[in-house]
């Protein structure tokens, strides 16, 4: 009846028959459209929004659930049972989730055991987390020794993410218009990573898919060489780029885990369709 409980947000892209099969509690992030305002994962399929987003000639907003959504998640739990609750999110760098999550935790009663953690991460990065946690609480970890789990994972994680167009980050401000034309021009991939900080940055420029998906392979080598592994891969409406990337991480690396899955409405909306991502953990 004291298990650990583990909450998180949409952004983490846990595929839907995971988060039913492990009981994961989920707070949804909010993507907008004009008017029109659609809960990631919940009214709105990744395929539906990327179908939308290729349609629409302006970039859809995001915005991160409110202070009020996780108080209900962490009092209908603390209903349900006295043990402890890990909530773990998104990026501080990228998003005030997290701070929303602390928000909603000052308002507990204090007999309430809540553990807000900032995972510095996002899309699978955070959810391999997530579901590395659930199933450690499952297994009957106790609350300190999950927080060790995920500080642990976390600072092992690699995240590559090899967009197929700079046009989304352009709209999205994160580069200028004249380096996503000349950029589009001379077919750069750009491959972006995660920071220590939890930021989105660009880690290496190059021209064309191919040598692209294989400085990410070379970069994991430099990392992981020989190491067994879990593994996520993410896509945006390309699952034969998913599966290309699949073929080539298992040319080179031992996989104890590998899950696919698909980058959700509120990322995608800054990636653009088209792109791939690999998550990698030492085990």
């Known amino acids: 009846m004291n298990q650990v409980r583990i909450v998180t947000d949409s952004t983490s892209d846990i595929p839907m028959e995971l988060q039913q099969e492990l009981g994961i509690h ?3 992030l909010k993507v907008h459209f ?10 709105i ?13 302006i970039l859809p907003t995001t915005s991160q659930p409110s202070p009020v959504e996780f108080l209900e998640t962490y009092k209908r739990l603390a209903a349900e049972s006295s043990g402890p609750i890990i909530s773990i999110h998104l990026s501080s760098a990228l998003s005030g989730t997290y701070q ?3 928000l909603a935790k000052s308002m507990l009663e204090e007999q309430v055991d809540v553990v807000v953690v900032d995972s510095k991460l996002c899309s699978y ?7 590395a946690a659930v199933e450690a609480a499952r297994a009957g970890k106790s609350k300190e020794e999950l927080v060790e789990l995920i500080e642990k994972m976390r600072a092992g994680m690699r995240i ?5 167009t700079l046009e989304y980050l352009q709209k999205g401000g994160r580069i200028g218009k004249a380096a996503a034309l000349l950029g589009s021009l001379l077919n750069i991939k750009p491959i972006l990573s995660m920071n220590a900080e939890g930021e989105v940055y660009s880690v290496n420029k190059v021209r064309g898919h191919k040598k692209a998906l294989d400085k990410i392979v070379e970069m994991l080598n430099r990392d992981y060489n020989g190491k067994p592994l879990h593994i996520g891969i993410a896509h945006s409406n390309t699952e034969a780029g998913a599966q290309e990337l ?7 690396f031992t996989a104890t885990t590998l899950q696919h899955t698909q980058i959700g409405p509120v990322v995608g909306t ?11 953990c030492p085990i």
Do not use: Q
């Open 160 to 164: 590559y993410f090899l967009v197929n």
């Open 100 to 102: 929303s999550a602390m």
């Open 34 to 43: 004009g008017m029109d305002t659609y809960r990631d994962g919940i009214d």
């Open 26 to 28: 989920m707070v949804p």
């Open 246 to 252: 699949h073929e080539l991480i298992n040319e080179h």
């Open 45 to 57: 399929s990744s395929g539906a929004f990327f179908d939308k987003l290729v349609a629409s000639s």
């Open 125 to 131: 990065g955070l959810g391999m987390i997530v579901v």
């Open 270 to 280: 800054h990636t653009g369709p088209g792109t791939v991502a690999v998550f990698v």
